[in-house]
């Protein structure tokens, strides 16, 4: 089975605006909320999180050394509510392991 590929661009601008994690961008909202549908409808459960996690290591690993640097001054905006605060549209079951079928019991 072949699986459509998406770039990391697109990954995490469906993930993180498609999906409202970070903030709602009403001009591109559509678009990136169209994305996150296709990729989740599209990959399957293992892989979508494999490509998403990859591509969270791959941003990591460029922005982790001014990490502290940006805390301090997201830090003061959110505390000070500069920051508009996300407005969530997270699929439920997107990071929950499948439960086992539950064993069958005598007289059922």
Not at 17 to 26: D, F, I, K
Not at 49 to 64: C, D, I, R, T, Y
Not at 73 to 85: I, M, Y
């Amino acid at each position: 089975m072949r699986f459509k590929q998406y770039t990391v661009a697109e990954l995490l601008n469906a993930f993180l605006y498609g999906s409202y994690l970070l903030h709602n961008l009403t001009a591109v909202w559509p678009k990136y909320k169209k994305l996150f549908r296709d990729i989740y409808d599209t990959l399957l459960r293992e892989q979508l999180l494999f490509e998403l996690h990859m591509s969270l290591k791959l941003v990591h690993n460029h922005v982790s050394s001014v990490a502290a640097v940006l805390y301090q001054d997201f830090a003061a905006w959110s505390n000070g509510e500069l920051v508009p605060r996300p407005d969530l549209m997270w699929h439920k079951d997107i990071f929950i392991a499948p439960s086992a079928p539950k064993p069958a019991t005598e007289g059922t």
